[in-house]
């Protein structure tokens, strides 16, 4: 699988060149990260809703336009799959490979606070 996003990874830093015209990638990484982080947050939402209603062919699907976006998020923001994959590491050697930091470990000055995007509803293109 990381391999999988690494090759991803690649290919949408080498799309940031790319005429917004021909790319959807090089469209959405000059949408900038707002626009981005909304195709973000829309994908999640569709999984979840895909997961309940038990669509597993459309929760497949939406998962993989989920990574995409993320990388695409993570392109953007300088993040590296290698970035992502250290910290699985060093939670893994912590915590164990299924678990997450716990919330009790985490200061409560390194927490971001959610912020609204703009109040606009946006409708998938299928």
Known sequence: MGDSLDRLYDQVIAAKNADPATSRTAKLLRAGRPKMARKLAEEAIEVVID?????RENVVRESADLLYNLVVLWASANVKPQDVWDEMIRRERLFGLAEK????????????????????QYRKRR
């Open 101 to 120: 930091v716990p919330k009790k470990m985490i200061d409560a000055g390194g927490r971001r606070k959610v912020v609204a995007f703009e109040n606009r």
């Open 51 to 55: 997961t309940v209603i038990g669509s």
